[in-house]
Nanobody, 121 residues
Framework: QVQLVESGGGLVQPGGSLRLSCVAS????????VGWYRQAPGKQRELVAE???????NYVDSVQGRFTISRDNAKNTVYLQMNRLTPEDTAVYYC???????????????WGQGTQVTVSS
């Protein structure tokens, strides 16, 4: 059974920083693409950052240069370092791990429980 456990959210002032963590179990983490998504009230869930199967990191334009996604395969953990936070970053953040079905094709997506990030003075 795949489980993703997130931590690190909270309340921070504008300009501050937070680091989110997501620990995965029950999956071969090292060969799985990973990502962070967020969903603000009244908005659709959007991809914030990802590390692709080839190891490339991609970011949505609004966080480019402020957020950094990284992974530690030895710890089955993906991180999202968020700097220079603004109120527009307020949302529930979800980690995603994609299990590639190498033999039969396709994939399964797994999600963390979500962690609230609130940026407010």
């Amino acid at each position: 059974q795949v489980q993703l456990v997130e931590s690190g959210g909270g309340l921070v002032q504008p300009g501050g920083s937070l680091r989110l963590s997501c620990v995965a179990s029950g999956i071969i983490f090292s060969i799985s693409p990973v990502g962070w998504y967020r969903q603000a009230p009244g908005k659709q869930r959007e991809l914030v950052a990802e590390i692709t199967l080839g190891g490339t990191s991609n970011y949505v334009d609004s966080v480019q240069g402020r957020f950094t996604i990284s992974r530690d395969n030895a710890k089955n953990t993906v991180y999202l370092q968020m700097n220079r936070l603004t109120p527009e970053d307020t949302a529930v953040y979800y980690c995603n791990v994609r299990e590639i079905k190498w033999a039969q094709g396709g994939h399964n997506d797994y999600w963390g429980q979500g962690t609230q990030v609130t940026v407010s003075s």
